[in-house]
């Protein structure tokens, strides 16, 4: 009986091991410089969680074997140990630190640097249940707006027409187009409630904030088209809120900011 449980556990470790190796959970191939910094930091977690997984596991099924309750004596007893209890105290407690202290410094290099000099700036304004992109245009600079012009057909962002920076502005919704190996700072913002801005493939994901501009930077390294979905339970047609990035080389952009600048 405490063979078969000791069997047990070895195989359901095994079974977890296989089960992850096999990719059969997996994340969408990184697409960004800032992703494969993620990347790596999350199989440094997996492998030092992993060795200690296994490490554990060969323990558990050990003991549950070598005190078996056998015939004519009872189950042994142990008492613990001191010494025991403090080492692994302090290994798990070094290794855990030791991940969060690393951690730390790769999300601080993502988010609290300046981010790379000369960054194309794209706004990306959430409602429900869409997002709203927005070019400076040529002048590089973004347009006022005002509330109190929005129109979901004519004009989502409340463009002021009166202001000559907004004239050149280009807004699409649910498709934000932007060069392959370039710098990109997104600034979201939101009309109504939470939304949040979800990019998978470049392991970024940052809340939208009604009357907040929050900037999010990213760097993509490949071409290719990426689901954008809201990742805030935002309202009854949250399910239905996502855009699409599309990373195109640097003349289909221009050809691209060409044709949404004809009126
Ligand atoms: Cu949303």
Redesign the pocket.
């Known amino acids: 009986m405490a063979l078969l449980l000791a069997l047990l556990v070895w195989a359901l470790a095994l079974a977890g091991i296989v089960f992850l190796r096999l990719g059969f959970v997996s994340m969408p191939a990184a697409a960004s410089s800032a992703a494969q910094e993620v990347d790596s930091q999350l199989r440094l977690t997996f492998v030092a969680t992993g060795i200690a997984f296994v490490a554990v596991q060969i323990a558990l099924g050990w003991l549950a074997f070598r005190y078996r309750a056998r015939a004519g004596r009872a189950a042994r007893h142990v008492e613990g140990s001191r010494p025991l209890e403090w080492g692994g105290i302090v290994v798990v407690g070094a290794v855990f630190l030791g991940l969060a202290v690393l951690g730390q410094v790769v999300w601080a290099g993502l988010h609290l640097s300046g981010g790379e000099p000369q960054p194309l700036v794209v706004e990306v304004v959430?409602e429900?249940?869409a997002w709203n992109v927005r070019y400076p245009g040529p002048d590089g600079v973004f347009g006022r707006t005002d509330a109190r012009l929005f129109d979901p057909a004519t004009n989502p962002l409340g463009l002021v027409a009166e202001d000559p920076a907004a004239e050149d502005d280009i807004v699409s919704v649910n498709e934000v187009v932007v060069p392959v190996d370039r710098p990109i700072e997104v600034r979201l913002g939101s009309k109504d409630?939470?939304?949040?801005f979800f990019l998978p493939a470049m392991r970024i994901k940052q809340d939208t904030v009604p009357g907040l501009r929050v900037p999010l930077r990213f760097h993509p390294l490949r071409t290719g088209e990426f689901e954008i979905p809201?990742a805030?339970?935002?309202?009854l047609g949250?399910y239905r809120?996502k855009g699409l990035l599309r990373v195109v080389t640097q003349e289909e952009f221009e050809t691209w900011l060409a044709e949404q600048r004809e009126p």
């Not at 409630?193 to 949040?196: D, F, I």
């Not at 805030?232 to 309202?235: A, Q, R």
């Open positions: 959430g429900q249940f409630v939470l939304h949040s809201c805030e339970l935002c309202g949250h809120m």
